[in-house]
Each structure stands twice: as structure tokens, then as C-alpha cells.
């Protein structure tokens, strides 16, 4: 499977941003699908994901009640509602996908095998 993520800007605190990612060349169907950030000097780190099996999304303490993830299997398509961004939310941002991830490993981006070319988030105060 093939990733594009999109979506990135500059923005001011508060303001909310909507990334996406296209799949090509493969069913999402059995893949875990997540997204992970990484700001400058800090290892990535894990946002959002969906299991393999589907289901309620998994996230960041750092995110919650803030940041949707949804995924269409149809269109192929995931987004990330990112909403209330702050300072701390800046990063690349990069979707990626996985068919061999446990549960237990979802956060873990070693596990993860496709990745998109990730998406500049830049929030500013």
C-alpha cells in the first residue's frame, strides 16, 4: 500500500487543522492504520490508530478530546481532525499502515511497515 498525506499549514493556537491520507494500490482491509508525528530533535511519536479489526480509535493522552481520526475504507482515505492545536502539536506528521502490528504494540511505530511522506504541522503562538 502506497500513503499521500496532506493537509499541513501554519496556523495560530487554537485554530484547527484536517489532514488526510490516500491509500492506492491496496485494500485497507487488515491493515492497522495510524498516525504518528515527530518534531524537530524528538523520536516519533504515536497520535491516533485504528486496529486491524477496526473499531473505536485508539489515542495520545496528549490528544484526547481534541484530534478525530476516522478512515474510509471505501475511499481509501484516513483524516485527522486536529482541533484546540497548540504549540506543542507542532511536528511532521506521517500516516502509516501495518498488517503484522499487535494489539498490544498499536503505539508502537516499529511496527509499522508503509508510511506516508508526512505533512509539516506548524502551530504558532
Known amino acids: 500500500v502506497q500513503l499521500q498525506a496532506s493537509g499541513g499549514g501554519l496556523v495560530q493556537v487554537g485554530d484547527s487543522l484536517k489532514l488526510s491520507c490516500a491509500a492506492s494500490g491496496s485494500s485497507l482491509t487488515g491493515y492497522a492504520m495510524g498516525w504518528f508525528r515527530q518534531a524537530p530533535g524528538k523520536e516519533r511519536e504515536f497520535v491516533a490508530v485504528i486496529s486491524r479489526s477496526g473499531g473505536t480509535p485508539k489515542y495520545a493522552d496528549f490528544v484526547k478530546g481534541r484530534f478525530t481520526f476516522s478512515k474510509d475504507n471505501v475511499k481509501k482515505t484516513l483524516s485527522l481532525q486536529m482541533n484546540s492545536l497548540k504549540p506543542e502539536d507542532t511536528a511532521v506528521y506521517y500516516c502509516?499502515?501495518?498488517?503484522?502490528?499487535?494489539?498490544?504494540?498499536?503505539?508502537?511505530?516499529?511496527?509499522?511497515?508503509?508510511w506516508g511522506q508526512g505533512t509539516q504541522v506548524t502551530v504558532s503562538s
Open positions: 502509516a499502515a501495518s498488517r503484522r502490528v499487535i494489539f498490544s504494540s498499536l503505539s508502537d511505530p516499529n511496527f509499522y511497515d508503509y
